[in-house]
């Protein structure tokens, strides 16, 4: 029974992003940490900034930062477990900044009887 090294496990194009071609098994196994290694920082730091970009636009982008916060079966682990914050320590609005979108939403105040009872902590 033949031992495959990493260089015979992989396919052309991750060789090619590996640069493993024509690598011992030894070496082409550090590089291979190394690539692993950078790919992780590379998406832990833009899910950080898509983080960042959530909370700072607030509204619309928290919602959105929530669901892919919830698609571990499609998105890099660094982007769901960074963004599932959003589901329990989403940024907070004042009862006066959702009163205000209310009116400006929806026109006269006197049209509508909105009443809203603030959430006790």
Avoid at 7 to 27: F, V
Avoid at 35 to 59: I, P, Q, T
Avoid at 97 to 105: A, G, N, S
Avoid at 109 to 119: H, K, L, T, Y
Wanted: charged residues 25%.
């Amino acid at each position: 029974m033949a031992t495959l090294t990493l260089s015979d496990r992989l396919t052309g194009a991750e060789k090619c992003e590996t640069g493993l071609t024509g690598l011992n098994s030894q070496a082409g196994e550090r590089l291979n940490s190394g690539v692993r290694r950078g790919r992780y920082m590379v998406h832990r730091r833009s899910a950080e900034r898509l983080l960042d970009l959530c909370c700072a636009n607030r509204g619309t982008f928290i919602k959105v930062g929530q669901h892919l916060g919830a698609l571990d079966y499609l998105l890099p682990e660094e982007y769901t477990s960074t963004l599932k914050v959003l589901h329990s320590r989403a940024p907070q609005s004042s009862m006066e900044q959702i009163q205000q979108v209310i009116r400006e939403d929806l026109g006269k105040e006197s049209v509508f009887w909105i009443r809203f009872r603030p959430r006790s902590d």
